[in-house]
């Protein structure tokens, strides 16, 4: 039976970024960074209303193809609820198509707005599943949902026309832990950054990324000393450094300091995981290359309020 929603009542979900792939585990290996998306979402007698404050208010849609509307209405589907209108105020502070998971903050809102709405009758695996659909693979949304590290994966159904099922388990990250995230002032592709990859990579290089994504694992939960180490990889970072030049220069210039650094999702943000404060002098230098420093706390999962206005 599907339930109406009260009109007044309002959601207000606050959903962290992500850092996804943290070298080797490429679509497989994410972490939750504390800058945060904050989603209100009102119950209204009809239509749409889409207000964007913040990152991405001059470029996003305000109609039903904004990406946390779609987020909400297949929350509201799964919930068996309705809404007879809704108005969305978005208050974005996640950069966007930097590698910092703005898109899978907007569908994990969306789909916990919903959720909470319908008073919370769809469960975590669920709420992962849904977000995760709009990406096709869940180490960003798992990690905004989740909080902390996640290890994701995808069941692919054998018989070919069954949806993948997005699964994912958290990590514990050791409480030494850091995150500086370094912000090109340009926008990177998903899918044009994905089409410099090889179809075909060598067994030796397989073998080394399962190793250090094993490796990663370890050092987030409890051997930090480790994450130099663990965040190197050979499957994907090399093969984007011709289209992501800034960011693989960065990246190379971190790492032979001996910083845990790394090419976060599809860039071009460069993210750094350490125990102690990164030199002054290395985060002036990039500040003067145009580049943003944002220095984060390993976030914790999305939350929700609900409220009646």
């Known amino acids: 039976m599907t339930i109406e929603l009260e009109v007044g009542l309002k959601a207000?979900?606050?959903?962290?970024?992500?850092?996804?792939?943290l070298g080797p585990g490429f679509d497989t290996l994410g972490l939750a960074v504390g800058i945060y998306d904050t989603i209100e979402v009102e119950v209204t007698e009809s239509g749409l209303a889409v207000e964007i404050f913040g990152e991405g208010a001059e470029d996003l849609p305000r109609?039903?193809?904004?990406?946390?509307?779609?987020?909400?209405?297949?929350?509201?589907?799964?919930?068996?609820?309705?809404?007879?209108?809704?108005?969305?105020?978005?208050?974005?502070?996640?950069?966007?198509?930097?590698?910092?998971?703005?898109?899978?903050?907007?569908?994990?809102?969306?789909?916990?707005?919903?959720n909470a709405l319908a008073g919370n009758p769809l469960d975590t695996k669920t709420?992962?599943?849904l977000a995760s659909a709009f990406e096709g693979h869940p180490d960003n949304a798992a990690a905004s949902v989740l909080g902390d590290a996640v290890v994701s994966w995808t069941e692919i159904p054998v018989d070919g026309i069954s949806q993948p099922e997005y699964r994912a388990v958290t990590v514990p990250v050791h409480e030494s832990i850091k995150a500086t995230?370094?912000?090109?002032?340009?926008?990177?592709?998903?899918?044009?950054?994905?089409r410099v990859l090889p179809e075909n990579?060598?067994?030796?290089?397989?073998?080394?990324?399962?190793?250090?994504?094993?490796?990663?694992?370890?050092?987030?939960?409890?051997?930090p000393e480790l994450l130099w180490e663990g965040t190197r990889d050979r499957l994907h970072q090399p093969y984007r450094s011709d289209v992501l030049p800034v960011t693989a220069e960065w990246v190379n210039r971190l790492r032979n300091r001996g910083y845990a650094a790394y090419l976060s999702g599809a860039g071009p943000t460069v993210m750094v995981l350490s125990t102690t404060p990164i030199d002054e002098a290395i985060l002036d230098s990039a500040r003067e290359s145009g580049l943003r420093?944002?220095?984060?706390?390993?976030?914790?999962?999305?939350?929700?309020?609900?409220?009646?206005?």
């Open 12 to 21: 207000t979900v606050t959903v962290p970024g992500s850092s996804a792939n």
């Open 201 to 223: 990579v060598t067994h030796m290089d397989a073998r080394f990324n399962v190793s250090r994504a094993a490796v990663m694992t370890v050092a987030l939960q409890h051997h």
């Open 127 to 129: 709420v992962v599943q």
């Open 293 to 309: 420093v944002l220095e984060l706390e390993i976030a914790g999962p999305v939350t929700a309020e609900v409220s009646r206005v």
């Open 181 to 194: 995230a370094l912000v090109p002032n340009f926008h990177a592709s998903t899918m044009a950054v994905r």
């Open 63 to 114: 109609n039903s193809s904004h990406l946390v509307v779609k987020a909400i209405r297949s929350g509201l589907s799964a919930a068996d609820a309705e809404a007879p209108g809704l108005k969305v105020t978005c208050h974005n502070n996640i950069p966007q198509s930097r590698g910092l998971g703005s898109s899978a903050a907007a569908a994990v809102s969306g789909v916990v707005a919903a």
